[in-house]
């Protein structure tokens, strides 16, 4: 059977991805522990960051949410978008344990997490948003984009339990959160497979 262009790219990108998981797996733990004779043998000032990236979180799980956080606070030092670019270009230096927040897709419940927990814990996050679910004012092509882009039947990922109450953040919400010292960034404008793009024209 004679596959074309783009089915050979599919498959291709499907080996290669599960390639880097087993990869990544099988690594994990001599890195790990590499890491840590590092520390004995290379005593000093050391600096580790890490991003951890949220989707929509559901009512139910806020307080659970709320709990992480203040725990993490504990031992990690969260940074602001600011600070992570400034790092990045050299113009800054992070001590210790850091970590950036980062959220994607552009879930109301974003908004929510921000107003009730972020902001009165003092801790600024990077928002990704996808500007064509955005644009959306109908709950029903709300449930409708979700569906279709966010969770599309070739990524055999099941629909979340609280589906039906997911919506996106309105332009207000994002006035809000860039008004609250938040940073707002683009997550392209359908959340389209990059992967399986093969014509540079799909990508503008």
């Avoid at 994990?28 to 929509?56: A, C, Q």
């Avoid at 959306?136 to 039947?153: R, S, V």
Wanted: glycine share 4%; charged share 25%; aromatic share 12%.
């Amino acid at each position: 059977m004679k596959l074309d262009n783009k089915k050979r790219i599919s498959i291709f990108n499907q080996a290669r991805g599960a390639l880097k998981r087993n990869v990544l797996r099988h690594l994990y733990l001599p890195l790990r522990f590499f890491h840590h004779i590092g520390k004995v043998i290379i005593p000093g000032k050391r600096t580790k960051l890490r991003i951890l990236l949220f989707h929509d979180i559901p009512s139910n799980c806020h307080s659970e949410f709320r709990r992480k956080l203040e725990f993490l606070s504990k031992h990690w030092n969260f940074i602001s978008p600011e600070e992570f670019e400034k790092y990045l270009d050299g113009e800054v230096s992070l001590d210790g344990d850091n970590l950036l927040l980062s959220f994607d897709d552009g879930f109301y419940s974003n908004r929510v997490i921000a107003e009730d927990i972020l902001n009165p814990m003092r801790i600024k996050a990077l928002f990704f948003v996808v500007s064509d679910f955005i644009k959306l004012n109908k709950h029903a092509d709300q449930i409708k984009f979700i569906q279709n882009n966010l969770y599309p039947k070739w990524r055999k990922h099941a629909y979340p339990e609280n589906l039906n109450a997911m919506r996106s953040l309105s332009f207000d919400d994002l006035s809000y959160l860039h008004a609250s010292g938040h940073t707002i960034g683009c997550h392209t404008a359908t959340h389209p497979d990059l992967s399986a793009i093969s014509d540079e024209n799909s990508l503008i």
